[in-house]
Nanobody, 120 residues
Framework: QVQLVESGGGLVQPGGSLKLSCAAS????????MGWYRQAPGDERELVAT???????NYADSVKGRFTISRDNAKNTVYLQMNSLKPEDTAAYYC??????????????WGRGTQVTVSS
């Protein structure tokens, strides 16, 4: 089994910053990609940013230039640095990882989510 544990959410004023962390542990053979999604009440879950093992990344247009995804391969941890936060960034943020648990078996895993609230 694989576990993803997120941390770093909270309440911040508009224009402020937060850094989210997500650590993967368990039966990990190889990590294909790690990333962040978010879901606001009444909305569908949407991609925020992803980073694959080759270093390729993808950002939602709404966060480009404000958010930065990075990864510590030695710690199986992905980070999301969020700057210039806006009220519309308020959502539950979920860590996602696509992981090989054996040489042939891979699956998508999700964390439980961490709440980010941007409000004055």
């Amino acid at each position: 089994q694989v576990q993803l544990v997120e941390s770093g959410g909270g309440l911040v004023q508009p224009g402020g910053s937060l850094k989210l962390s997500c650590a993967a542990s368990g039966s990990i053979f190889r990590i294909i990609s790690m990333g962040w999604y978010r879901q606001a009440p009444g909305d569908e879950r949407e991609l925020v940013a992803t980073l694959n093992s080759g270093g390729g990344y993808n950002y939602a247009d709404s966060v480009k230039g404000r958010f930065t995804i990075s990864r510590d391969n030695a710690k199986n941890t992905v980070y999301l640095q969020m700057n210039s936060l806006k009220p519309e960034d308020t959502a539950a943020y979920y860590c996602n990882a696509r992981i090989y648990t054996t040489v042939q078996q891979w699956d998508d895993y999700w964390g439980r989510g961490t709440q980010v609230t941007v409000s004055s």
